[in-house]
């Protein structure tokens, strides 16, 4: 069965530093994709990043970079610069199978980010 | 991005009465859309995968006779909370799988309260 580790419930982080969110997983699949979710007060969730296991190179979208090591699953989140707006949950979630298949997707317990000005 | 909605975004019902909420994908169309729950301060837990013209899959612990799922159109998926209970109080979220870019879509959540 897949599993989501996240570490650490809640984080402090002064504007405009950099911060990293923990992410360990757990799979027997070859095939698997990786993505961090934000969700803010409103309850949305927001798509930030995408990692498949095959791809070669890490992932970045903006300010968003996936440290993405695959022999010691882990998967974490780095936001530079932080900015005030980045104060949310932050979720890692995992989908087993091909990008291409409908698969649902798994999360771990989430990060609280909050960002001091 | 597509966008998926969902209705209502928030519900207030008694003890004991059905509630119906709607995920619609409003600009593709979604083979396979997913339910969540969310609880306060907790993760959003998967609760089943619903498939356009066949029965849904629960996921484990997840009473099928309690949260009615149909999917009845390739945009539309509807959960039903079946003689709610305050302990069904919680934040419902759905998501669709949109082909062939492989992406899924979350809605914007609907957040039931049972009295």
């Known amino acids: 069965a897949q599993k989501i580790t996240q570490t650490q419930p809640g984080m402090f982080v002064q504007e405009k530093e950099a911060v990293t969110l923990d992410c360990t997983y757990d799979?027997?699949?070859?095939?698997?994709?990786l993505f961090w979710y934000k969700q803010p007060s409103s309850g949305e969730m927001i798509f930030l990043i995408y990692q498949g296991s095959y791809d070669e190179q890490n992932a970045t979208e903006g300010r968003y970079s996936l440290n993405f090591q695959k022999a010691r699953k882990s998967a974490n989140l780095v936001i530079s610069a932080s900015q005030l707006g980045d104060s949310a949950m932050y979720f890692c979630a995992m989908r087993e199978g091909r990008r291409s298949s409908a698969s649902k997707i798994i999360f771990g317990s989430g990060t609280r980010l909050s960002i001091r000005p | 991005g597509a966008v998926v909605s969902q209705h209502p975004s928030w519900v207030i019902c008694k003890s004991g009465t059905s509630v119906k909420i709607e995920c619609r994908s409003l600009?593709?169309?979604?083979?396979?859309m997913f339910w969540y729950r969310q609880f306060p301060k907790q993760s959003l837990m998967l609760m089943a995968t619903s498939n356009e013209g066949s029965k849904a899959t629960y996921e484990q612990g997840v009473e099928k006779d309690k949260f009615l799922i149909n999917h009845a159109s390739l945009t539309l998926s509807t959960l039903t909370v079946t003689s709610a209970h305050p302990e069904d109080s919680s934040f419902y979220i759905c998501?669709?799988?949109?082909?062939?870019?492989?992406?899924?879509?979350f809605g914007p959540g609907t957040r039931l309260t049972v009295l």
């Open positions: 600009d593709f169309q979604a083979t396979t």
């Open positions: 799979t027997s699949d070859q095939s698997y994709g």
């Open positions: 998501s669709a799988y949109k082909f062939p870019t492989n992406e899924q879509f």
